[in-house]
């Protein structure tokens, strides 16, 4: 490098701007007229001054373009053009735009911007690159939009002809390549950038020197003894000596300073990580190739140069549904939500030894289960038909998938690592590497996994599947700075924080006795008064004094800067040393501001401070962290405890002195809160030793200060009755005086917690079951053992499970579900009553499945014996009796599906009840309906001066004018709580609309106005007090600022009768609700507290409260109508004529009124009196329901009157028993969840799950003109219609009221309600099941037409032989979207499941020969099934009957006959096909790959047979061994498919198989084989096994 210019080693004299120095001697030496001008030629809105050295943009405020300047001579190659940001405005987007051109600018036609330039520009906006206005890099460098004032950015290019980008003094990396020998350099001054000031050249890129260090100890190896870069590849790989002294903070932000300042961030937040965990403690991978590789002696890089071919990238061939960009930097997973495989990248190149391959996740979508699985194979990508997902490779693969390793598609490691890539967030790193031994190597974050393999071959290529969550990932290239800036930050998340605890303070270094705060704290925090008080600041030059000098932690500027009003978060704080047992850590809060939601947050940590890398939020770091938040507490990021102490966000400011928080951890390892030094109870268990207290000025605090001598409160009993502000129905740490507790013995997903009274399952969204947890003693007689569920997620079906056990906790093997225990056990679970796993009951009075947040469920043992339920401190009833009087009974919990959390109450414990003792039922024993519930919201005596409170606060009046009609609600809105009203009166002379939503504004808090009145502004935008959001018209506001347009239906469209709602969700986001119809997320980031508030504004003159604060009641609790259980007979028979009159003006009146309800499906469209439903758009969001509740003996039809062929699958028709008209109906009926019997094709769906199959007609295949109904009969047994003919008995003993419901779904696009036919409201049909044609009987088969319905299947979780046939299916390793969703789609066929069913039926299964095989699943989603040959639409449209067969296979045979949706899909196969006669061989001949059968070739036959016995013969379905992972016996089993044939396409005859027992003697022996060679002849229809 020329003199001048810095030199290479930094013999300028001293550090510089530069990498090489150049601020000394030898440095630039810049000055005017060597290439640091502008040329005079500009942007027309440009003016020059300073001898043109500043350029400044006219009219800042009214123009944001047109601001173009150029170098007035072409750059010199290695010096950096360099301006200075002198002037922003904050009134435009976008800010400077710098880069290089080759145009002239004395001859260039300046346009509007830099990106409008052509003809070779690079251009740098932001953080892409773009050449020519187009972008070829995504993600470069630093955002240039977030640079300030006095930030300084440039341009070099290169002598290789590379364009780098530098800012702030800083290398960003090569932007471009290949730049023309001639180029001059660019700025734009757009959007907020008005002013920029060249400044001197600066020496450029040059390779980097050894960095020197510290001298180390003589017995120090020479290695250690310098730090070394390789150049050849950016990265950094330091070598750092146990004496090397280590940072004592690390930057906030990207400037260098202090010490640092000819370090980069990365490399700093590198060397204090290894530094740190030196010694081998932890195994942190920094650099890619690990560090001494390709290292000669002394550390020079001997290695070759990569060229940008070298650089792994992902191979340009993919995945059918893989997007690459950034320079195939990036792979992206196409149609996330619809889609949840073909999604496999593999890399470019094969891997070299001690090569890193390594990804960041970038997205992931809250959909799919599993997730993102990355690995290594042998094939070569060019060469490679990639499969759906990598893991059905059979050959060279190894795939971490979870947190188990797979070869060639199968299991060989289970517990590889503690790490689970399926738990990984959005930001993690996942890398691998092939060491030179062959061992291969995972990392997640850096942390080395250890060895997944030892042997792996030499030549393998990176590949990742982008599966199921996991939509985009990009490559790490650590010679990237923004790339290794982000890999350390995930490195630093997830340190182990025992390594902190083992890095000891050395002994001579005395320990401060007095607590301070550390100073290295949050971005926007600051530490004064010695150490004594943190803050938000304030206060600064423009609002306040500055602090004095010396009183304050950090720099001036960042002083200036910061302001609590800006800011909520980057508050966190921390204690300068660890705690110690017993010590008491107490902050009085100094200062709060109004303008956020959230309060101070207090806790501990193990991390040091020292080493910490501050997250904005204390609650965002994952791991040694324990928080307490609001009323609850956070471990590790998790809430544990949801109602614990008093609540943080309420504390305040007194005149005095404002309140106090503490935490403290005990000798036992408890931790304790404390507010006012009153404690609240322990926290949380084994807290290790050696924690930091932690305080985050989160939201209103802005300032705390240390509080001395604290006195340890004594530590409570072990049964105190704790914090006396919990109600008596939520957790308590005394629980009500009762020592029951959750048992220290439970299902390995389960974990106790607050002294044993708090239960939770662990990773909700991966795991739903293993979670079940047992009274640590029994139950004594008439003692209530009750829980509240304190957490649910909406991701699983099911949910919690209840009961009592005769088993001791030590003697019981946790299963996977409770309902798997087969002896002493009795369960409730949904509305089932469960003895032993079978079915004891169906319809008990409540229904733990609809069960929400909040809910109590109790349970007892009365001295009779009976088992009892409580659901809300109610009754339930007995469930069962017969419990053993004499035996100890424990309680039971099974936390499953979407319970995540429950703790024991204050109301556990002995009760004051006669069912104690009591010998008969009470009423409670038959729930009855209670009446419906008033309305229970007010609107607050808090109003707007024009407003009027009228009927007990239910109706809001605005007496005169158009404004000042504010109203709230009396209470805070509890989550997912609608607050709900009815527009009554408009006034059509003024504009405007209804305005709604959520203020954290409590009311009464304002103070008074003009009159004594209250200080409530005259409209809801201008409340900005507190935090309110608000939608008007079809705006979002938040404190008046707009926030989001054409949201939802327009609210200026309401008329006299509409209804508007709003909700705050789960999700801490705000819904509006229009005549029931949610609109979905208006605003996200709501806060805890808030009241619903509206403004009676423009026309809406007045609306009154139609919602309630209690919560509907779930469908389980309403049993059956107890009539037919009480009173005489004699009563009966006096009543029945009078009954019988009654129910024919019932059914007279009721068939004349009804119709459809207006609250439906959006793509709904009513017509002829609401009597006919269209659906108008898409194949779904058809649903609707009959506005009169089904009546006994009442026949509810409708009419198919058109379908349209352009959709598989038709109507549906069911029941729903809660209420209608507020129902928010799902895209399909499948889709509810609760209170839902649905009949859809030839199956029954109760809540989305199939109880039953094969009952009736397939409604998928019904006509247009069919006439569909559904009954009632005086039992409570739902009938389903077809034409006239009763089917039976679909659904018994169905809750009352409920509703007929039709979901327009598919081909189903009309349907009109038709009057009953004379003498249906009886329930008789025209004719009877046992009428049949002739035609109808096919092969002695009695098809499934109209005939005799399946009572429902009881899942039979018992069966041990049903057990082992799953666990063998579970080892096929089927994919599980070929099959119904569990649990409900097996069924068992061993004889004792057969007679639990009720014996013979399930039609061709009744006969002797098909025991012991079991039902696999209901086979769905087949691919390869084009619309126009599916069988089920040829079926429906030339109404025909499909005949069932089986066909027997073997292991082997079932993925591809899966894949292809089919047997005998038009190609030869072993496995599914027998050869033709006069041609030997021809089925046994397997085709090429990508190679079709001859055109002159026939399609091969395959054998079925009616008889299972024959399709089963080992001849035809061969035996395979097989060891039983869980009694690790060896077993024979053998598979076979149950499909549907089409009539006429096949040939029966003889059997040609060699039999070793008799035919099956209920067929005719001359047919007993059926032969098909026609295409799409055969449907799929269920996988059955059979294991011996």
Request: glycine share 12%.
């Amino acid at each position: 490098m020329a003199a001048g210019s810095g030199g290479s080693g930094g013999s300028g004299g001293g550090p510089g701007p530069g990498p090489g120095g150049g601020g000394g001697p030898g440095g630039s030496g810049a000055g005017p007229g060597s290439g640091g001008e502008l040329h005079p030629r500009t942007g027309r809105l440009v003016s020059l001054s300073a001898c043109g050295r500043t350029a400044r943009r006219q009219q800042p405020g009214q123009e944001f373009n047109h601001g173009l300047v150029l170098s007035r001579e072409p750059l010199r190659d290695g010096r950096v053009f360099t301006v200075r940001i002198d002037r922003k405005v904050n009134s435009w987007s976008g800010s400077i735009e710098i880069g290089v051109t080759a145009l002239d600018p004395s001859v260039l036609d300046f346009p509007s911007s830099a990106t409008g330039l052509k003809g070779g520009s690079w251009v740098v906006s932001g953080c892409s690159v773009l050449r020519d206005g187009r972008s070829v890099l995504e993600e470069y460098g630093q955002d240039l939009d977030q640079l300030g004032e006095g930030d300084r950015v440039g341009v070099e290019r290169t002598v290789a002809g590379e364009l780098r980008l530098w800012v702030n003094g800083r290398d960003c990396g090569v932007a471009a390549t290949g730049l023309p020998a001639r180029v001059w350099a660019v700025v734009d001054l757009y959007g907020k950038c008005t002013q920029i000031t060249v400044l001197p050249p600066e020496p450029g890129f040059s390779p980097p020197a050894p960095i020197p260090t510290p001298p180390l100890e003589p017995s120090a190896p020479p290695e250690d003894s310098t730090l070394t870069e390789q150049a050849t590849s950016g990265d950094e790989a330091f070598m750092v000596s146990p004496a090397q002294p280590r940072p004592e903070t690390f930057p906030n932000s990207l400037e260098s300073h202090n010490d640092f300042a000819s370090m980069e961030l990365s490399e700093v937040v590198g060397n204090a990580i290894l530094s740190a965990y030196n010694g081998g403690l932890l195994n942190v991978n920094l650099s890619s190739p690990p560090a001494g590789e390709g290292l000669g002696s002394g550390g020079a890089a001997t290695s070759p140069i990569l060229t940008s071919n070298d650089a792994l990238l992902f191979h340009e061939k993919c995945g059918t549904l893989i997007k690459l960009s950034n320079n195939n930097k990036t792979a992206e997973r196409r149609r996330p939500l619809d889609e949840f495989n073909n999604g496999v990248v593999m890399t470019n190149r094969p891997l070299r030894d001690n090569e890193m391959f390594e990804i960041r996740i970038d997205k992931l979508v809250d959909k799919w289960s599993g997730s993102i699985e990355i690995g290594v194979t042998t094939h070569n990508p060019n060469n490679l038909e990639y499969p759906a997902t990598m893991t059905n490779l059979q050959s060279g693969t190894i795939m971490m998938s979870g947190c188990g390793i797979l070869t060639n598609g199968k299991g060989t490691r289970r517990e590889y690592c503690e790490f689970s890539l399926d738990e990984l967030q959005e930001g993690d790193h996942i890398g691998l590497t092939r060491k030179s031994n062959s061992a291969l190597h995972f990392f997640i974050n850096g942390i080395d996994q250890g060895v997944a393999t030892p042997l792996t071959p030499p030549v393998v290529y990176g590949v990742v599947d982008l599966y199921g969550m996991a939509v985009k990932v990009t490559i790490v290239h650590n010679n990237n700075h923004s790339d290794r800036l982000r890999r350390n930050n995930a490195i630093l998340r997830a340190l182990s924080p025992e390594g902190a605890l083992r890095r000891a303070t050395p002994a001579t270094q005395a320990e401060p006795e007095r607590l301070l705060f550390h100073p290295n704290c949050g971005q926007k925090a600051a530490i004064t008064h010695e150490g004594r008080t943190a803050l938000r600041p304030q206060y600064g030059p423009w609002c306040g004094e500055k602090p004095a000098a010396g009183t304050l932690t950090g720099s001036e500027e960042g002083w200036r800067s910061r302001s609590a009003t800006d800011d909520f978060n980057h508050g966190v704080v921390l204690s300068s040393r660890a705690l110690r047992d017993g010590e008491v850590f107490q902050v009085r809060i100094d200062k709060m501001v109004d303008k956020w939601a959230g309060s101070i947050e207090i806790g501990v940590t193990t991390h040091n401070p020292a080493y910490l890398q501050l997250p904005s939020t204390m609650t965002n770091l994952r791991s040694g962290t324990w928080m307490m938040t609001g009323n609850g507490v956070m471990h590790n990021g998790t809430t544990i405890l949801d109602e614990y102490g008093h609540n943080l966000d309420r504390l305040k400011v007194g005149e005095q002195a404002g309140d106090t928080v503490g935490v403290v951890r005990r000798e036992d390892g408890t931790l304790h809160f404390f507010v006012n030094g009153m404690t609240q109870g322990p926290a949380a268990w084994n807290v290790p030793p050696g924690v930091y207290a932690v305080v985050d000025l989160y939201g209103q605090a802005a300032q705390a200060t240390i509080v001395d001598d604290v006195e340890v409160p004594p530590a409570p009993e072990p049964l105190s009755e704790g914090n006396n502000q919990v109600s008596p129905s939520s957790p308590s740490s005394g629980a009500g005086g009762s020592d029951l507790r959750f048992h220290q013995l439970h299902g390995s997903n389960a974990v106790i917690t607050n002294g044993g009274r708090t239960a939770l399952r662990h990773n909700c969204r991966s795991e739903f079951n293993d979670a079940i947890v047992i009274s640590n003693r029994a139950l004594r007689d008439g003692e209530l053992f009750e829980i509240v569920i304190q957490k649910m997620v909406d991701r699983w079906s099911g949910s919690i499970e209840a009961g009592v056990t005769a088993i001791r906790p030590e003697d019981l093997e946790f299963p996977n579900t409770m309902t798997d225990i087969d002896y002493d056990t009795w369960m409730l679970s949904g509305t089932a009553i469960m003895q032993d796993g079978n079915t004891m009951r169906n319809n008990y009075g409540c229904d733990l499945d609809a069960l929400g947040t909040g809910a109590r469920i109790g349970m007892m043992r009365t001295a009779k014996g009976d088992l009892h339920y409580f659901i809300n401190g109610q009754d339930q009833g007995a469930a069962c009796s017969g419990l053993p009087p004499g035996k100890e009974v424990y309680a039971v919990v099974d936390l499953y599906g979407q319970c995540v959390q429950v703790s024991i109450t204050n109301a556990t414990g002995p009760m004051d009840n006669s069912l104690a003792t009591s010998n008969t039922a009470t009423e409670k024993s038959f729930p009855l309906h209670s009446p419906a519930a008033g309305v229970a919201h007010r609107f607050h005596s808090t109003c707007g001066k024009n407003v009027a409170l009228e009927e007990d606060g239910t109706r809001a009046v605005r007496a005169v004018g158009y404004a000042h009609g504010l109203v709230f609600s009396t209470k805070e809105l509890k989550t997912e709580e609608v607050f709900e009203v009815k527009v009554e009166e408009l006034d059509e002379k003024w504009a405007g609309s209804l305005r709604l939503g959520l203020t954290t504004l409590a009311p009464g808090e304002m103070g008074p106005g003009a009159g004594g009145g209250p200080g409530l502004p005259p409209s809801l935008p201008e409340l900005r007090t507190k935090t309110t959001w608000m939608v008007s018209s079809c705006e979002v506001r938040r404190d008046g600022q707009l926030q989001r347009m054409n949201y939802g239906r327009s609210l200026e469209r309401l008329g006299v009768g509409s209804r508007v709602g709003i909700r705050r969700g789960a999700d801490d986001t705000m819904h509006i609700l229009v005549d029931g119809e949610d609109m979905g997320p208006a605003a996200t980031g709501i806060a805890k507290n808030v009241w619903a508030v509206l403004d009676l504004y423009g026309p809406v003159r007045s609306v009154s409260v139609v919602s309630s604060t209690r919560l509907e009641e779930p469908e389980g609790t309403q049993p059956p109508s107890p009539s037919s259980d009480t009173g005489s007979e004699a009563e009966e028979d006096d009543d029945g004529e009078e009954h019988s009159l009654r129910g024919q003006s019932q059914v007279a009146m009721m068939s004349t009124s009804l119709e459809f309800l207006e609250n439906h499906g959006k793509n709904i469209l009513l017509s002829n009196g609401n009597r006919t439903a269209t659906r108008v758009a898409s194949y779904n969001q058809g649903i609707v329901v009959i506005n009169q509740p089904l009546v006994p003996q009442l026949l509810v039809q409708v009419r198919i009157d058109f379908l349209n062929r352009q959709w598989t699958s038709s109507l549906v028709l069911g029941v729903i028993t809660c209420p209608p008209e507020r129902l928010n109906f799902p895209a399909s009926a499948c889709a509810l969840k609760r209170a839902a019997w649905l009949l859809r094709g030839r199956g029954i769906f109760h809540n989305g799950l199939k109880i039953c199959e094969k009952f009736g007609p397939n409604l998928d295949t019904c006509p247009e003109g069919t006439i569909l109904g559904l009954r009632l009969d005086s039992s409570g047994g739902l009938h389903l219609h077809v034409n006239g003919m009763d089917q039976g008995v679909a659904v018994s003993d169905v809750p009352q009221p409920c509703h007929a419901l039709v979901d327009l779904y598919g081909q189903c696009e009309q349907v009109t309600i038709v009057s009953p036919e004379p003498g249906a409201a009886s329930g008789k049909s025209a004719g009877t099941q046992g009428d049949m044609e002739k035609a109808d009987m096919v092969d002695g088969i009695k098809e499934s037409v109209c005939w005799g319905p399946l009572p429902a299947a009881s899942p039979l979780k018992s069966c041990e032989y049903h057990a082992l046939c799953s666990r063998f299916q579970e080892l096929l390793l089927l994919p599980e979207d070929y099959f119904m969703p569990p649990p409900k789609r097996s069924l068992c066929y061993c004889e004792s499941c057969r007679k639990l069913r009720g014996g013979s039926q399930e039609g061709a299964w009744k006969k002797p020969q098909n025991l012991y095989w079991s039902r696999g699943g209901s086979l769905s989603s087949l691919p390869g099934l084009h619309p126009r040959v599916n069988p089920r639409l040829e079926a429906g449209t030339m109404t025909k009957k499909w005949h069932m067969a089986y066909h027997g296979s073997n292991v082997a045979a079932i993925r591809r006959v899966l894949d292809r949706g089919e047997l005998g899909a038009g190609t030869a196969s072993i496995l599914s096909c027998r050869p033709l006669k006069g041609k030997p061989g021809v089925g046994f001949e397997e085709p090429g790959e990508n190679c079709a059968p001859p055109r002159e070739e026939q399609p091969p036959s395959v054998l079925l047979s009616p008889s299972l016995q024959y399709a089963g013969a080992e001849t035809l379905a061969s035996k395979v061994q097989f060891r039983d992972p869980k009694s690790q016996r060896t077993h024979q089993a053998q598979v076979a498919f149950q499909v549907c044939v089409r009539p006429g396409s096949y040939t029966p005859g003889p059997p040609s198989a060699t039999l070793r027992e008799p035919p099956d003697p209920h067929f005719s022996p001359a047919e007993l084989e059926w032969i098909t060679k026609e295409k799409g002849a055969t449907l799929l229809y269920a996988l059955l096994v059979r294991v011996e």
